[in-house]
């Protein structure tokens, strides 16, 4: 009987790690290449306005954190820096600063959603038509699948 106990916690345990690790490392093996630097450094020099993101926010830790560089123009947003991996990011814009769920969740409804993030080496989203980038402040990388804050920088 010990020995079947034993079986079944070892094997339980094993499995509860496997399955963490593969919603950690999916997102990693199934990205597509991030865009050229060369490339995201040209479009960022139209940029009407640039952030930093980094990782000293009260919502970012090892897991869900964001650095370098923003630069958002009317058409749009460039990010030249690393995400941490993860599934279903997207990116927000909202008119306050925010730097934890519990700041992000209740905006939530008023913040335009930009677009999906599939890439953690920097990106490129377009700016939907009809949006005006100077309405906001702030850019949010959200996980929609988990909820989590990524990270956020404001802009103005």
Excluded at 35 to 64: C, I
């Amino acid at each position: 009987m010990r020995r079947l106990i034993s079986f079944i916690v070892t094997h339980s345990v094993a499995l509860a790690i496997g399955f963490a690790l593969g919603i950690y490392f999916l997102p990693i093996l199934t990205a597509p290449s991030s865009p050229n630097a060369a490339m995201l450094e040209e479009k960022a020099q139209s940029a009407l306005f640039t952030a930093e993101l980094t990782r000293d926010l009260r919502g970012s830790d090892f897991l869900h954190w964001g650095e370098g560089m923003i630069s958002i123009s009317a058409s749009e947003i460039v990010h030249e820096g690393k995400l941490a991996p993860g599934p279903d990011y997207f990116v927000y814009l909202t008119r306050e600063f925010v730097e934890h769920e519990d700041e992000f969740e209740p905006i939530k409804a008023q913040a335009q959603r930009i677009g999906a993030v599939k890439t953690f080496g920097g990106f490129l989203l377009s700016v939907p038509d009809g949006v005006d980038v100077s309405e906001f402040n702030t850019v949010v990388v959200w996980c929609e699948s988990f909820g989590e804050f990524i990270t956020a920088a404001k802009y103005r």
